[in-house]
């Protein structure tokens, strides 16, 4: 609809994930627990979950691990995979609110659940600062989150860690990420499509949380 929100119907999608151009922060003063910023990311070359084969879903897997072991600094972590994951690990992950799972009704229904476990994971810092889910619902899920309200902080994270991802996979195939220079980046799901950022804070509300 061209006349939603007033966009014309020849306008662009412009991403732009500049820290630098971001000004303030947070006043210290308000009652932010936490914030997470997240991307969804898909790259070229690879279906999109409704329609991605279990072997392209194996290949990204492996260029996304690749990726994972050139982080450095506070990038640098650990790739669980959900296949043959040890119990242990599996509820360390649950208790980090981390894990995602089998079992929602739009995902299956849309195809993006067959072949469950395989080529699914998660890789996350030492921090715990920084996560990837890797072919849920997207074929990347790049999540930024801590403590605190320092937002720019995260959204600088964030971009550093979208770059790392997007770079050491294309050294490795020369595959970019999935933009359109109509619409923006592309995901499985419309909702997204554009930068695919959703940010969000919790937030202590006195008289609700006595």
Known sequence: NAEYGGISADAKHTSDMDANKIVGNIDPAVPVKSVRIRVGRSFNGF???????????????ALLKVAFGNFTGDLEGNYYPLLGMEEGVRQQLVDDHFL??????????????????????????????????????????????????????????????????????????????????????????????????RASVHIDLPGWTK
């Not at 279906?47 to 897997?61: A, F, N, V």
């Not at 890797?134 to 979208?162: C, H, P, T, W, Y």
């Open 47 to 61: 279906g999109l979950s409704p329609g991605i084969t279990k072997q392209q879903r194996l290949d990204l897997e």
């Open 100 to 197: 995602f799972v089998s079992g929602d009704r739009n995902l299956i229904a849309a195809g993006m659940e067959r072949d469950w476990p395989e080529g699914r994971g998660i890789f996350h810092n030492k921090e715990k600062t920084f996560l990837v889910w890797v072919n849920e619902e997207d074929q990347l899920r790049i999540i930024s989150m801590q403590k605190g309200g320092d937002v720019l902080g995260v959204f600088k994270r964030l971009a550093r860690g979208i770059s790392a991802v997007g770079d050491s996979v294309k050294a490795e195939c020369g595959k970019d990420f999935c933009l359109d220079e109509k619409y923006g980046y592309v995901h499985s799901c419309p909702t997204n499509l554009g930068t695919g950022m």
